[in-house]
């Protein structure tokens, strides 16, 4: 397996693959990380994806964590943004700089075994009905990596895509942006964003580990080097008085484009992050669009790989990322375009609209579950569906296919130590959940006997039983035979959130719902997993 670009994205995806045990080799062109950061912040949804692969806790604790957004117009306060109400386990935005993000990443892909070479340059390849051909080169020296799959993972001007043949459609906006990362002690909250849209022009306010990030927008093209002058300029206008920011620690000047990937994937080539896509910054998408797109590819790539699945399954990535691209690129041109108005009229209409929209909680709840990716749903995907008989009279209860799994506080019925739903995704393979009633019957037991019996003979490696107890059974009408994983839903979230049972789910190695039927179509979900799941080649 071969990935070209050592970035978030690239990371994520070895990481995903080296967890299923495939052997994995990642190149990157240049000799060592950037130093430097453009993307910063790593919303809700990401921080589930962290916690899967078991870098959460070192990036968190190198970061700062950001619990609101604050939004002022010219005549001062206009709304806030409270990310503490999402209902998710991370509700909040780690502000960590990419290089910081990249090397947890790298320590825990070379901890898994994973191999990567630097200062490396993909030159070109070919790809027949078995594997893809790639010269690269290392100084003078050129040689060729023979690969089962491909992956570009190397940024906007990636050359995968270039030698795919692959569009990159899009637009350039004609606004400036300058960067700077200061030691400054800012007047403002140090756990929240805060976003200044002026007459003068877009200003930005982001708490770093140390320091602050200014971001602000300008019609002219700045001129260079880049100063300080231009951000004490712009602040002294917020303030009423010049504020002495210190010695930057970056500084750096950007344009901003929104392109999209005709496709994602050419037979044994693939696509994930800015090689697919590209936006404005705002709203911090970017970054974390692409790790969900490594995250959705790793263990469909894995099983494959493995001989499991078959084209249709690596179809799917495309067929479920591409539309969360193209959705996200829309949100963030909107906002983007929005937050740079200059007409007095567009300016005032646009800052009535959101005062509006922060005195509505059942808007801000919408743009935060937006804006932190925990609503991207893959409900059109082939490869999620309900059983026969799953729409009636339940069809407004739990998580529909395709759909993101919500978490849920569980106890061991055997250990009585504590779990949540999402520790299930640290291993990454499907997740049958048995969802019992509050009194089981003779057939829930039955249907619990059979999958047990069926999942540990024939899908050993791709699913796994976890039978979900009603918090109101006691504890000696649980059945405890057939299966090592008996949880009991330990303060009512999985009924809240999944409705009542006898219910099957069955959540995807991403955390999404492949799945979902009444105990009585157990033989149906065996149809899918073997539709899904068969062996069918041997690679």
């Known amino acids: 397996m071969l990935i070209v670009g050592a970035g978030p994205s690239g990371l994520t995806l070895g990481i995903s693959l080296r967890r299923q045990g495939i052997d994995c080799l990642i190149i990157d062109r240049l000799d060592t990380p950037s130093p430097y950061s453009r993307a910063l912040g790593l919303h809700a949804r990401t921080l589930e994806i962290f916690s899967a692969l078991d870098v959460l806790a070192p990036i968190r604790k190198a970061s700062r964590l950001l619990k609101g957004v604050s939004v002022y117009g010219d005549k001062g306060f206009l709304f806030d943004l409270d990310l503490t109400t999402l209902k998710a386990p991370f509700p909040w935005v780690l502000s960590c700089p990419q290089s910081q993000v990249e090397e947890t990443l790298i320590q825990r892909y070379k901890a898994l075994g994973g191999e990567m070479l630097r200062g490396v340059e993909l030159l070109d390849f070919t790809q027949d009905g078995s594997r893809v051909t790639a010269r690269i080169r290392q100084g003078a020296q050129v040689s060729t990596v023979e690969s089962a799959i491909l992956v570009g993972a190397d940024g906007v001007g990636s050359t995968v895509r270039e030698q795919l043949g692959i569009g990159y459609k899009g637009v350039d906006y004609k606004e400036h942006f300058l960067l700077a990362d200061v030691p400054w002690k800012a007047p403002w909250r140090e756990d929240s964003s805060h976003g200044f849209l002026q007459e003068a022009g877009l200003l930005i306010a982001l708490p770093l580990p140390n320091g602050w990030r200014l971001i602000m927008a300008t019609d002219d093209e700045p001129e260079e080097p880049v100063t300080l002058a231009p951000f004490e300029e712009r602040l002294g206008s917020i303030l009423g008085e010049v504020p002495a920011l210190g010695t930057a620690h970056w500084l750096s000047q950007f344009t901003v484009q929104r392109r999209l990937a005709q496709n994602y994937r050419r037979n044994r080539a693939f696509l994930v992050g800015d090689a697919a896509h590209v ?210 839903d330990h303060e009512g979230e999985f009924a809240a959130a999944f409705g009542e049972g006898p219910r099957l789910w069955l959540m995807r190695p991403d955390g999404h719902l492949g799945y979902r039927a009444p105990v009585g179509n157990a033989d149906h979900l065996l149809g899918y997993l073997d539709a899904v799941l068969q062996r069918v080649n041997s690679e």
């Open 279 to 488: 936006q404005s910054p705002l709203g911090a998408q970017g970054m974390n669009t692409g790790i969900a797109d490594a995250f959705n590819l790793g263990w469909k790539l894995g099983y494959y790989l493995k001989g499991y699945g078959d084209g249709r399954l690596l179809d799917s990535y495309e067929q479920e990322r591409r539309p969360v691209a193209e959705k996200m690129l829309y949100g963030v041109d909107m906002l983007s375009r929005a937050s740079l108005v200059k007409l007095p009229l567009l300016r005032r209409s646009r800052d009535s609209l959101l005062k509006m929209a922060g005195s509505r909680p059942g808007i801000a709840t919408r743009l935060l579950r937006t804006a932190s990716q925990l609503d991207v749903h893959y409900r059109n995907s082939p490869m999620v569906t309900s059983g026969p008989e799953a729409e009636l009279g339940w069809r407004h209860q739990g998580p529909l296919p395709g759909d993101r799994l919500p978490d849920a506080a569980m106890r061991s019925v055997r250990t009585g130590h504590l779990h949540q739903l999402h520790d299930l995704l640290k291993k990454p393979v499907h997740h049958l959940l048995l969802q019992l009633s509050a009194n089981p019957e003779h057939n829930e037991k039955l249907v619990l006997y059979a999958f047990s019996d069926r999942l540990g003979q024939d899908y050993r490696e791709r699913a796994h039983l976890t039978v979900i107890a009603s918090r109101h059974t006691h504890e000696e009408q649980i059945p405890q035979e057939g299966t090592t994983r008996i949880w009991q």
